[in-house]
């Protein structure tokens, strides 16, 4: 009878430590693996996504080891090539480029707010203000894992318990089945693992190697890459849901608080493949798209001591679209053209 009578005790004991044992198990496999760099740079298996907001996180604290950043460069991919060694020669400043892949109205401010945090005062801001960053959409999964960067945008206390509590979810994220199968592909990959697409400068700026490779060796295919990111961008916008307003609101509280910490702020509108254009001419979803997120950016001059520079096209600042990357990915040398075209306004 005794005996009996702890049986359902021992199961319940036996299934706790089984449960345990299976978290614990879980929690040290997608954290040793870790193929999305959500919980450290730092591995030894290959990474099946660039982190770009971990890398600039990062890249930021080792950058500001040696001075201060006194010059800011925020944005999308679009923004991720410009050189801050072209602004230093023209301002005398010290600029760090903090664009990330897909950037947002959440990553700029994030981004910023971390920079202050980090005993930085940028002076100048120069913002490539994009309208999907403003567009009705989720905030992307590497910003909200990111535990720095979502403590900057809610104006949250870092604290250890803070950190624990982050990390806790992401374990619990990384239970969804694509999150297993990025795992065991990282596994599968780890002898042989494919050459890393993206490389940054110490300063942040991107380069893409592998791309620019291709097309030094002539087996870049410009023409599909065109029509394919072409197409791409007219279909994202067939279900164009309006402006985000708390985005939009997210780059009014950056406009507000860099007028409040006495920076000068300089927002550019990025270019877009002639190609592109005349596309969207012909497409009453993306002519509205467009036409909102430009009134508001364009509308920022008149509410905040804001600089608004419109390169939307190339010959705005003697872009040559031939040698881009695809229909809004700029070439190197263009960038630098965007760079010394900031400048001239005063940066």
């Known amino acids: 009878m005794r005996a009996s009578a702890l049986c359902p005790r021992q199961f319940w004991w036996i299934f706790l430590l089984s449960l345990v044992l299976m978290v614990g198990a879980h929690c040290l496999l997608v954290t040793t693996v870790d193929p999305r760099r959500y919980f450290s740079s730092r591995n030894s298996f290959p990474q099946l ?70 005993g930085n005062h940028p002076r100048v801001i120069v913002l490539g203000l994009d309208p999907a960053a403003i567009y009705e959409g989720r905030p992307e999964e590497e910003l909200s894992a990111n535990f720095a960067l979502t403590a900057a945008l809610e104006n949250r ?107 000068r702020v300089v927002i550019w509108i990025p270019p877009v493949h002639p190609t592109l254009l005349e596309t969207m001419a012909r497409s009453p979803q993306a002519t509205t798209a467009d036409g909102l997120a430009r009134q508001f950016t364009i509308g920022l001059a008149e509410r905040y001591p804001v600089q608004v520079i419109d390169l939307t096209h190339p010959s705005a600042f003697g872009g040559d679209p031939d040698r881009w990357y695809d229909s809004i990915h700029i070439s190197p040398l263009d960038a630098d053209k965007i760079a010394r075209r900031l400048a001239a306004y005063g940066i």
């Open 49 to 118: 996504h660039p982190n770009s907001r971990r890398v600039k996180v990062e890249a930021l604290a080792r950058f500001q080891q040696a001075g201060p950043v006194t010059g800011l460069i925020l944005g999308s991919s679009r923004s991720m090539l410009l050189s801050p060694q072209e602004f230093d020669r023209r301002t005398g400043l010290r600029f760090f480029n903090a664009g990330v892949f897909s950037g947002t109205a959440e990553d700029f401010l994030s981004l910023y707010r971390l920079a202050r945090r980090n």
């Open 157 to 263: 206390a870092v604290s250890g318990w803070g950190q624990a509590w982050h990390s806790l979810i992401l374990y619990k994220q990384m239970l969804r089945p694509q999150a297993l199968v990025e795992v065991a592909t990282s596994i599968a990959m780890r002898r042989h693992p494919p050459e890393p697409r993206s490389t940054f400068d110490a300063d942040g700026r991107l380069h893409e190697r592998k791309t620019e490779r291709a097309i030094q060796s002539g087996e870049y295919n410009f023409r599909a890459e065109l029509e394919l990111s072409r197409r791409r961008m007219i279909e994202s916008l067939q279900n164009f849901q309006g402006l985000s307003q708390r985005r939009t609101q997210l780059i009014e509280s950056l406009m507000a608080e860099a007028a409040a910490d006495q920076a």
